[in-house]
Every structure is written in C-alpha cells, then in structure tokens.
C-alpha cells in the first residue's frame, strides 16, 4: 500500500472526467486500496480517484466514527434521489475551506463491489452527501463549484495565498 498525492483546487486535472473501470483486476483493487490508505491518513471521510489523478470511477467513502466503515463503489450512478439537505462540505482538494452546499436527502446509488458484483444501496444523512460530492468529483465537479462566483475567485485567492506560505 502507498499513500498518493492529491490534486488541489484550481487544477485543470480535477476537471478531467473519469472513464467507467471495465475490469475489476488487481490494479484497481491496489487503486482503491491506495485510495482508502491516502483517505484515513489525511483524514477524511472520502475520496474520489480523480483527485489522485487516476481517472476511473473509483471511490471510497467511509463517514464513520470508528474508521471501519470502508465503502468502495466502483462506477458509481445516482439511480434517485429525493428531498433537499443543506450541510457544510469541506474536500481535501480543498484544504482549509468549508461551505454550505445543497444536496439531495437521500439517493439510491448503484454501484460494482471490489468482487465486481452490482450493489444498489439507498442512503441518507451525511453518507448521501458525501456519495454525491464524490461523484461530483468523477464527473470534473469539486464542491465549491456549487457556490457563486464570488465565493469562488475568494477561495481561489485564498488557496493561492496558502500555497505561497507553505511553498
Ligand atoms: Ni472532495
């Protein structure tokens, strides 16, 4: 296992969109496993292979308290979804920045597991949150592209002030 480097906000390559994974064969079980290690040490509560520059609708979540809640979907689709839910969203492309987004309430995602088996799960709370702001992820979208413009060159500004510090 290795951990990866991840792409930061603006970064043209977090705008690339992931291809479907055609075969579940030992590189992507070495991806998600990377991708789950990378995730528990920076820590956060889910990751999407786009923001480790691997372009392939891997992602792996795990919003538990205990840590032991690996969830791995591979090409992930939003069946359904339903109701509103506004919650603050923080990404680790976007270190140090938090804001509120609007999301579904719950979605019914179906997805491949690591054994390549169809799985469809319907979830709410902060799980659906953070299934659709990964997806968000494979499909070029990083979260503060929800928020205007104005919150946008701020944050943009802000990140590039943070990267002068820490260069
Ligand atoms: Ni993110």
Known sequence: MSLLSILHFPDPRLKKIAAPVTAIDDS???????????????????????QVDVHKQV?????????DQLWTLINPEILESEGVQVGEEGCLSVPGIYDKVERAASVRVRYLDLDGQEQTQTVDG???????HEIDHLRGRVFVEHLSQLKQTRIKNRLAKQARITA
């Open 28 to 50: 992507i079980r070495r991806l998600a496993s990377d991708m789950a290690e990378t995730m528990y040490e920076a820590p956060g509560i889910g990751l999407a292979a786009t």
């Open 126 to 132: 902060l799980l659906a949150v953070c299934v659709q």
């Open 59 to 67: 992602i792996v979540i795990d919003v538990s308290e205990t840590r």
